[in-house]
Structure formats: C-alpha cells, structure tokens
C-alpha cells in the first residue's frame, strides 16, 4: 500500500465513523457557546504504545479546522500512566464533537500496537518476526495493520489481492500441491510472494521438492515445527500459524523459523484507556 492509498483509508475510515457518531450534527454541543475556546489534552491512563495520529489528524482536519494540536508522544512511542499524548488547543464545540471518534480511534489502535509490541519483545534474540494475519476487523484493516507495525511487527499480506497464499481447500480444488503451486508461479512479478500451506511433513516434503520458497507450517505441535526445520534446512522460508499462543511464543520462534503469524495480535485486543479532559478558557470580550 503506498502512503496516497494508506492517506485515502484513514480519510475513507474517518468518514465512516463520524456518520454513524456524528451525523447531520452534535445536539450537545450546541449547548456551548459558539465563541468558547478549550485546550483539550488526551491522556494514557495506562502504560501502553501509542497509536492512531493520522486518524485523530484527519478528524480534527473535518471537524476542528483551526485546532492546533501538540503531540507529547508519537506513533509508535510509548507512554506511562497519567502522561499526555496530545494537547488540542481549538473551538470547544468542535473538539466536543471530535472528542469520542479520537478516542475510539487511540484506543483500539494503541491496544493492537501495544499487544504486538509484548509479542515482539518476547521472541527477541531468535531470527523469528511477528507478523499479523487478515483477521482484522471488516473496514479497519490498514488501521489495524498500521498498528502492528507501530508495535514493531511485520504486515502479512494486505488482501487476497497482493500475494498468493495456497491453503488446504485450494490444493484440493487445483489437483494438488505441487499442481497448485505450478499454477501460482505464471503469477511471478505480479504478487509479492508465493506462500504454500502444509499440515504434515509429508505436505513439506512435496513443497521442497516442487521448490517453494515460503512455506506456512498450519496448526503444527511444537515437535512438528522442530522436525520440519530439520527437514527443510533452509532450503525455504518458514512460518508458523495457528494455535499460537503468547505463552508458547518463545517455544516456537527457538525453532529456528523465520516468521510466526498470529491473528490474536488484532482479534483479541483489549483497547487502552485513554481520556480527554478540558480546561476552560475565559470567553474573550
């Protein structure tokens, strides 16, 4: 995804949120005068890595034009309880009106940074990187992924669109693995990178011997991913998926593969709690 098409989806992903929060217009901000000014700082209420800027961005870009925002921590940086993130200066009722959209978008982007984060810090010192999965949810997938980075891991693929990844029901449908396989490469310099889903070593076997370059090991005990990495050799990248858990994390990445996949990074993320208090400003004369 190129930084014009990411810019488009945080536009596209603000858009959404602000019609079902907002829609025609904030009742109860009306209830404040029109002239009233506020500073608005968002705070971290836990220790956590921070994500979301280019949403809370875009939001005050539509609903606060003029608001001047300070960012006291960036995205990607992290931050302790009690600390400010950011501190909007601009017309009270606008940042009313911008107030929970921001937050929604802090808190669930900085929990999925702040899991990955954890993840990452847990397989340090082994060759394995942490990536995440398409298991996201539907419309927040460049947000989502966007976070996972910020908390140092590594994308997958964005969609179904960018690179090929043959699983159990499209080897079955093509006739095959190695058959499967044939068939992915005529898509060679147009996909990222062809990947091949194998549940036994068998299914390993068959894809070294076809010359697979990347192979996802799919549901594979501990015992399995340490035999099918003495069976490879490094004869192709490897990476494991499914049934990965934080505490088994260390286990696999000391197997010597190269990548490990987990959905739990963005499925079952709890958000960060963050808050945004106002100080009032006198009504100029």
Known sequence: M???????????????ALDEDVGPGDLTAELVPAAARAT???????????CGRPWVEEILRRLAPTARADWRVPDGGTCVPGQAVVVIEGAARELLTAERTCLNFLQTLS??????????????????????TRKTIPGLRAAQKYAVRCGGGQNHRMGLYDAVLIKENHIAAAGGLTAAFRAAQALEGRVAFIQVEVETLRQLQEALDAGVGMVLLDNMSLETVREAARLAQGRCSLEVSGGVTFETLRAYAETGV????????????????????????????
């Not at 847990?122 to 995440?132: C, I, M, N, P």
């Not at 079952?268 to 808050?275: G, Q, Y």
């Open 2 to 16: 190129t930084e014009r098409e990411f810019l488009k989806q945080v536009h596209r992903d603000v858009e959404r």
């Open 111 to 132: 929990g999925v940074a702040t899991k990955t984060a954890r993840y990452v810090k847990e397989v340090e010192g082994t060759r394995a990187v942490v990536l995440d």
């Open 40 to 50: 608005a700082t968002i705070t971290c209420r836990q220790a956590a890595v921070v």
């Open 258 to 285: 190269d990548r490990i996949s987990v959905g739990a990074l963005i499925k079952d993320v709890m958000a960060v709690d963050f808050s945004m208090r106002f100080s009032e400003q006198p009504l100029e004369a």
